[in-house]
């Protein structure tokens, strides 16, 4: 099975700051034959399912707002929210979908400073 | 738009079964996979597998063999997650999650929580 291994498992920002979350695979979730990464991010805040945020590592889901970012490749993945507002505090995760089982990180709890 | 809901809260005793289903609208419901998602409290999500809505055919992961098993009612457009013999160790959280590409879950039921306690 890929373990996806997230890092910090909390992090606080304030207001307005940038947050980085990162992710690592155990092994590559890069397909070779599209050169696409098997990677996305979830949103999920309590009471709630998780919600899609971003997909083949970069492309960000319907309605997802343009300061949330993924980034890297492989195995070694970022997600980036540019300008931290009140309602990102969640729990976010990443998942691989290259192989299965289908694997998520352990998620990282984020909450403002 | 798509949805998916899903039954309500269940609390069961250790040894009964459980029936939880996920009705899909706002979509042919043959187009996308179904996949089933336990979230354990205060723990990640874990992918259970999933069922090929147009033939039915059941995957699971490992850990979801046996006890558990995937159905559809396509005339109903409803996917069922059945747990025999439970445990307490099965309290949780379970979605339906499905997308239009493998494995993307764009869409998510609003959980189901099993509860199994004597």
């Known amino acids: 099975d890929i373990v996806m291994t997230q890092s910090p498992d909390s992090l606080a920002v304030s207001l307005g700051e940038r947050a980085t979350i990162n992710c690592k695979s155990s092994?590559?979730?890069?397909?070779?034959?599209?050169?696409?990464?098997?990677l996305a991010w979830y949103q999920q805040k309590p009471g709630q399912p998780p919600r899609l945020l971003i997909y083949?590592?970069?492309t960000r889901g319907s309605g997802v707002p343009d300061r949330f970012s993924g980034g890297g490749s492989g195995t070694d993945f970022t997600l980036t929210i540019s300008s931290l507002q009140a309602e990102d505090v969640a729990v976010y995760y990443c998942?691989?979908?290259?192989?299965?089982?289908?694997?998520f990180g352990q998620g990282t709890r984020l909450e403002i400073k | 738009q798509v949805q998916l809901v899903q039954s309500g809260s269940e609390l069961k005793k250790p040894g009964a079964s459980v029936k939880v289903s996920c009705k899909a609208s706002?979509?042919?419901?043959?187009?996308?996979?179904m996949n089933w998602v336990r979230q354990a409290p205060g723990q990640g999500p874990e992918w259970m597998g999933w069922?090929?809505?147009?033939?039915?055919?059941?995957t699971y992961a490992q850990g979801f063999t046996g006890r558990f098993v995937f159905s559809l009612d396509t005339s109903v457009s409803t996917a069922y997650l059945q747990i025999n013999n439970l445990k307490a160790e099965d309290t949780a959280v379970y979605y339906c999650?499905?997308?239009?590409?493998?494995?993307?879950?764009?869409?998510w039921g609003q959980g189901t929580l099993v509860t199994v306690s004597s």
């Open positions: 999650a499905s997308g239009s590409t493998w494995s993307i879950f764009d869409y």
């Open positions: 706002g979509y042919t419901f043959t187009t996308y996979a």
């Open positions: 069922i090929n809505t147009n033939t039915g055919n059941p």
């Open positions: 092994q590559s979730v890069l397909y070779s034959s599209t050169n696409k990464n098997y």
């Open positions: 083949w590592a970069s």
């Open positions: 998942q691989q979908y290259d192989t299965t089982p289908i694997t």
